[in-house]
């Protein structure tokens, strides 16, 4: 049966992190919406640990909240701790991270999701998909119940034919206590689009009231915790009463009551617990095809691959406020349950721990991303958008980005508008979305600062600056959001333009506050530390810490700063040159034979994309660049049309 109560422009597939920023960035951009999900229990639930942000994850957060993005404001008010990593080092490497509230944080986005105008919940499990002439058209579900639509994106996280392992024990789900999706993977396939096998796992949960904190170290949240919303630039209410229903969402004020987190080690004993135990670990006895994450290893990996190392340390984060249960952050494992138990009692503090859910490994399929488009949809079948972890990645943070430009990106397809495509050198999303439509991966990618060539210009506090020409350009925050956001962006330049041609001895503002820095460094926040003996004038005193903030950063790095935009102008020629999609690269002249196979793959939209392929060399592009060349001249001389 074909059930559908109104036209719907996007189905999204999957209510995890990736699912629900792309249904609430489709419907709050007044597109109908629906989004199914085989378990409404578990909208948003954060299925690894309690946490939000950190290295690079976190700046990727407050660009979510800059396109209008519901992941950052969800963590500020179910928030139990909030952290700055990096704060001693300089400010483009400032994280923020904050432990959360597990059951509050997904609750309250459930009610979001419950609330939103444009857009329909409704739980059913995606068995297959519609296709006609090469194109989606909707969703076959488990309850016999067809979804028809005019775009489909579908964020299945681990469930694609999931299975777990603990020891030689294997049970089938996308998590413990859930099921698994088998046979949409056959839908992909029947449709041309690759699939492969990745793993990724957790550690064991331990009751908080059996632990010994004794031995352990407390880590405290900041005194000041650094938000991942902009508060400055968005309403008050709104946050917490919805005014249209007059309901009440869950919540406290961000920042209060914090809770603490502790740290500890592991033993000797524990790694020749592991050693003698290898041959049974479900990653190393051949039972896991999947590749697993180079950069979160299991437990028994870092031990083998780490053996000179004497201890491990492990930190203990409390899953919420209503719970006694605890998150062991570095224990991800699959072996034995027995073993699993052994391993626990040779932790110092964690003698007596009783386990409330065993450590296990997932494996499930994932669709290489070089198959998609950098809008995200499919390369293979129109109309199809793929987010999150079917991707090749892992994080909550990466799948939001990727749901929210998905969830536009299918509403900007149904409209006939261009795509939101977010630049390398505009924020994290952008080299995100880039580097895996480009270059692919082969384990769950994860997000590092490293991974961006012009990380100096993504500090965190920038990110509504950097992207609110996109958020404009889409409708992606109200009007009333919009106009604070380009007030502040005006009181910035403003004082950035004052500070370098003011003087104050004769000597330009700016030349103080940058020997300033040099000489006692502007590395963490000037709200946090207080302004000191800092040079400014007394009216920047005045402006809000946003402002002032994001002035002195721009202030102090302007030499670094003017260098990296420079980068981007001397690079911004190719990125700017697109690549008509009716090139033949196996038939090109002076093209290896390599680099016309990977071109041929992966399609690149533009130059700047083919020369970021592995591979691909500059000679490679300079052959490129002179065939298109030679067809845009042959377009106005001779009749020669390629199309773009």
């Known amino acids: 049966m074909i059930y559908n109560e109104k036209h719907i422009d996007v189905i999204v597939c999957g209510a995890g992190h990736a699912g629900v920023e792309a249904a609430l960035a489709a419907a709050r951009m007044g597109a109908p919406t629906l989004l199914l999900t085989g378990n409404l229990d578990t909208v948003a639930q954060m299925s690894c640990n309690p946490a939000i942000g950190g290295q690079a994850k976190g700046q990727m957060v407050r660009e979510i909240d800059a396109l209008g993005g519901e992941m950052a404001i969800n963590t500020d008010v179910t928030g139990i701790q909030f952290r700055l ?42 068995t297959g998909l519609i296709f006609k002439k090469g194109q989606v058209v909707g969703c076959q579900t488990n309850l016999d119940i067809d979804f028809l639509g005019q775009t489909v994106v579908v964020t299945t996280g681990t ?53 010994n904190f004794s031995k352990m170290q407390e880590q405290k949240g900041d005194d000041r915790p650094t938000l991942f919303a902009f508060h400055d630039t968005r309403a008050s209410e709104g946050v917490f009463h919805v005014e249209r229903t007059g309901e009440q969402r869950l919540g406290w004020p961000p920042g209060s009551n914090s809770i603490s987190c502790w740290m500890t080690h592991t033993t000797p004993a524990t790694a020749q617990i592991v050693r003698d135990n290898l041959h049974k670990s479900a990653m190393y006895s051949g ?13 028994e990996d870092k031990i083998v691959r780490f053996a000179d190392k004497p201890r491990h340390l492990l930190f203990l984060e409390p899953e919420g406020r209503a719970t006694n249960e ?56 129109e109309n199809l958008f793929f987010a999150g972890q ?16 998905a969830g536009v990106n299918a509403v900007n397809k149904v409209r006939g508008q261009a795509p939101l495509i977010i630049q390398r050198h505009e924020g994290y999303i952008g080299v995100l979305i880039d580097d895996l439509v480009t270059k692919g991966t082969n384990e769950p990618y994860r997000m590092f600062t490293s991974r961006a060539e012009h990380r100096l210009l993504f500090n965190h506090g920038s990110a509504e600056l950097r992207l609110r020409h996109h958020a404009r350009q889409y409708g992606l925050v109200s009007s009333a959001r919009l106009a604070r956001m380009e007030e ?39 709200a946090k530390n207080g302004l000191g003996e800092l040079p400014m004038p007394a009216a920047l005193r005045q402006e809000s810490v946003q402002v002032r903030d994001e002035v002195l950063y721009r202030v102090s790095y302007a030499g670094y700063l003017q260098r990296e ?80």
């Open 85 to 126: 990593l990096n704060e001693s080092k300089g400010p483009a490497v400032q994280s923020p991270r904050a432990q959360c509230d597990k059951k509050a944080y997904q609750f309250r986005l459930k009610h979001t999701l419950e609330l939103e105008p444009n857009l329909q919940i409704f739980q059913a499990t995606v």
């Open 159 to 211: 469930f694609l034919r999931g299975l777990m392992h603990i020891g030689q024990n294997k049970n089938e789900g996308g998590r413990l206590g859930d099921f698994s999706s088998k046979t949409l993977s056959d839908s992909f396939l029947q449709s041309g689009i690759e699939l492969r096998r990745l793993k990724t796992g957790t550690p064991p949960r331990l009751l908080g009231r059996s632990l």
């Open 287 to 299: 039972q896991i095809e999947g590749v697993g994450p180079r950069y979160c290893p299991s437990f």
């Open 326 to 381: 605890y998150y062991v952050n570095g224990l991800s494992t699959s072996l034995p349950f027995e073993v699993q138990l052994e391993l626990v009692h040779s932790i110092p503090g964690l003698e007596n721990a009783e386990l409330l859910r065993p450590a296990y490994a997932v494996e499930y399929d994932f669709a290489p991303p070089t198959q998609l488009w950098p809008s995200l949809e499919s390369r293979k079948v």
């Open 390 to 405: 079917i991707n090749g990645t892992s994080g909550y943070e990466e799948a939001a980005s990727q749901g929210l430009v």
């Open 488 to 526: 502040k962006a005006g009181r910035v330049g403003h004082w950035v333009e004052h500070l370098e041609h003011h003087r104050l001895d004769h000597i330009p503002w700016g030349d103080h506050i940058r020997r300033f820095a040099a000489a006692h460094g502007l590395h963490a926040q000037t």
């Open 565 to 644: 935009q420079r980068q981007i102008e001397k690079f911004a020629s190719i990125d700017n040159i697109r690549i008509p999609r009716t090139i033949n690269f196996l038939e090109v002249r002076g093209l290896r034979r390599e680099s016309a196979l990977k071109l041929a793959d992966i399609k690149p939209a533009t130059l700047g994309q083919a020369s970021r392929i592995s591979g691909v060399n500059p000679s490679d592009i300079s052959v490129l660049m002179i065939l298109i060349e030679s067809g845009r001249a042959g377009e106005s001389k001779q009749g020669l049309k390629l199309e773009g």
